[in-house]
């Protein structure tokens, strides 16, 4: 009889690159990741960082519980969301505690609804 696989864990800071040096940066900091082409731009309150990196392959690095892709090219942490808001088109917009606003994808609106969800 198989034994049950044990929970996944994942990291609670990521090491990326910052010029010569790697800085670890804290999952919580993180409030949006922006995809274009094979780059990222990882928004936290106090920096962005650049990485050549897929969005698919950086989002495997993360709890997909605390992390939602809302948008083809956008991922965000779910307790960076303050406010959600419905548009036309099964869309909607998004708020984060920052003051930062993105729009969510029409095919993502499962996806946005888990937000509204209690954790």
Same mark, same amino acid.
């Given at each position: 009889?198989?034994?049950? +696989?044990?929970?996944? @864990?994942?990291p609670e800071r990521l090491p990326r690159p910052l ?14 990741? @922006? ?6 731009? &990882? ?5 962005? =960082? ?5 969005? +698919? +392959? =950086? ?7 605390? =992390? &939602? ?11 960076? &969301?303050?406010?959600?808001r419905p548009l036309e088109s099964a869309r909607f ?18 996806? @946005? ?7």
């Amino acid at each position: 009889r198989p034994e049950p +696989a044990a929970p996944r @864990v994942y990291p609670e800071r990521l090491p990326r690159p910052l010029g010569q040096r790697r800085v670890l940066v804290p999952v919580e900091d993180i409030e949006l990741v @922006v995809a274009q082409r094979n780059y990222l731009e &990882v928004q936290t309150a106090e920096r962005s =960082f650049v990485l050549r990196q897929p969005l +698919a +392959a =950086f989002a495997a690095e993360l709890d997909p519980r605390r =992390f &939602v892709q809302v948008h083809r090219s956008l991922l965000v942490r779910a307790g960076a &969301v303050r406010e959600i808001r419905p548009l036309e088109s099964a869309r909607f917009r998004l708020t984060l505690h920052s003051g930062k606003q993105v729009r969510s994808g029409r095919n993502y609106r499962e996806a @946005v609804r888990t937000l509204l969800q209690p954790r």
